[in-house]
């Protein structure tokens, strides 16, 4: 018997927003699969634990190994966790995974707290792992994927393939989580029609190669098959009693004939779920089928990742989304009646002013209801990062710094005090539109849990640092 607890880790930030944790959720699941029943979650973040009190839960149960995960803006919690979980359980192995350790495995295996590092998608990486854990295992030579030390060297096996069949994968473990506590936290996308919600992936990685992107999933676009998407919708309303879906693909609608069987089998179940994409749609391939179909079977709200509106731009981070058309379905989405969010990013390198200042214009005469201005942060593990590292540029050794909300890194040549009024302003011009208000009150579901909400949400982001 090998006891597990995963946990997700949380580092406080300004906007605060969460999901389901898919990630462990998935890692639980594969590893009952693999005969590992005796399996635990702790989500600090929906529990709202700081490394003290996570540690605290860790001895209660006390594992026989602990894995931590963690983004990038989240390593300094992990490895907090990971140093008063060695003291209090000195005998428990520590392994770290997820977006960060993915990608700095050398750097979290300087930590001497953790004693593996498990990298890419983990799913049956971990599995192997209990496996030795079980067995004695001292010697992970050959375990693909894994890193961890020899004679005091770190040892980086190499990468393991990604899944393939998504469909012989196991749902995540929902069975694991306490569903109640994340009807009560804003979600991913904020808004919210009903607070019974769950989160899904149907798909894994995007083919694009935008420098400033994750590469998580690879680059290589993975899907699940209709089928297997719609019995895990069907086990989360009859055993959960979900009412909303929040789908996080990378790019939902990269096949628009599995996404359009997707949306038909939602509505001949006649489930009335609300359904919304915070996340994945690219706007140049959507096309106006899916977005009616995806409109019968609940959708209320999507969202459309522009970046920048200007063309120069577009090539500088390898985007190359074509604008004209993403004006011509955002203009259609809101002619439906749903409600669209639009994503831009400001600052990336050799950004001028006066080219931010063209993608806050167009955003601003856009048929988006909302938007969201961010600054450009280069995650380790992008291009993005290896470029402005490569060219000289400091970046910060303190993970923290990496916050998707506020952060002081400017990889532009525009002063950071002039990055923070454009965006200021950004927030005050798009919203400081009777016409736009208005088409939101009208779309808005839940009104009076949401409109209080937003509007400090607003406030936050229009005049706070």
């Not at 406080?12 to 890692?27: E, K």
């Not at 996570?54 to 894995?67: F, S, T």
């Not at 995974?97 to 001497?112: E, I, N, R, T």
């Not at 454009?422 to 839940?446: G, M, Q, V």
Request: aromatic share 10%; glycine share 6%.
């Amino acid at each position: 018997m090998v006891r597990t607890v995963l946990v997700q880790t949380y580092h406080r930030y300004t906007q605060f927003t969460h999901v389901h944790p898919l990630g462990i959720m998935m890692i639980a699941a594969q590893a009952r699969v693999a005969g590992f029943d005796d399996v635990h979650i702790l989500d600090m973040k929906v529990e709202d634990w700081d490394p003290e009190r996570c540690v605290e839960e860790l001895v209660k149960l006390a594992p026989d190994v602990i894995g931590l995960s963690a983004m990038t803006y989240e390593a300094g919690c992990m490895h907090e966790v990971a140093k008063l979980a060695k003291a209090r359980l000195p005998k428990a192995v520590i392994v770290c995974g997820g977006p960060h350790p993915s990608v700095a495995a050398d750097d979290v295996m300087k930590d001497p707290n953790v004693d593996l590092v498990v990298r890419g998608e983990g799913e049956f990486i971990f599995a192997d792992v209990l496996a030795g854990v079980r067995d004695g295992r001292t010697d992970w030579s050959d375990c693909l994927g894994l890193s961890w030390r020899k004679n005091g060297a770190v040892v980086n096996e190499p990468d393991r393939s990604p899944p393939q069949k998504l469909d012989e994968m196991p749902f995540p473990a929902w069975d694991l989580i306490d569903h109640a506590k994340y009807h009560t936290v804003p979600r991913g996308g904020v808004i919210y029609a009903h607070k019974e919600f769950a989160t899904m992936f149907s798909s894994r990685a995007c083919p694009w190669r935008c420098t400033y992107c994750h590469n998580s999933y690879g680059k290589t676009f993975r899907e699940r098959s209709a089928e297997h998407v719609l019995a895990e919708i069907d086990l989360l309303v009859t055993k959960y009693g979900v009412k909303e879906l929040v789908f996080m693909d990378d790019i939902f609608n990269f096949k628009a004939e599995r996404a359009k069987t997707i949306a038909r089998g939602i509505i001949e179940r006649g489930y009335k779920l609300a359904l919304t994409f915070p996340n994945g749609f690219r706007g140049d391939i959507l096309d106006e089928e899916l977005v009616v179909l995806l409109k019968q079977a609940g959708m209320y709200r999507c969202m459309v990742a522009v970046e920048s509106a200007s063309p120069r731009i577009q090539k500088v981070m390898k985007k190359h989304l074509k604008i004209d058309k993403v004006e011509k379905i955002v203009d259609f989405i809101a002619k439906q009646g749903v409600m669209v969010h639009g994503a831009f990013m400001l600052g990336f390198p050799s950004e001028t002013e006066e080219e931010m200042q063209s993608t806050i214009d167009w955003a601003a005469r856009s048929s988006f209801h909302t938007a969201a201005f961010f600054r450009v942060i280069p995650f380790k593990g992008t291009e993005l990062f290896t470029q402005v590292e490569h060219a000289g540029f400091h970046l910060p050794t303190d993970w923290s710094a990496y916050e998707p909300y506020q952060t002081d890194i400017n990889l532009s040549t525009v002063p950071e005090s002039k990055i923070t009024k454009l965006r200021k302003d950004a927030y005050r011009r798009f919203y400081f539109n009777p016409k736009r208000l208005w088409r939101i009150f009208s779309l808005i579901p839940n009104k009076a849990n949401m409109l209080p909400f937003l509007t400090l949400l607003f406030a936050r982001r229009a005049y706070a640092r």
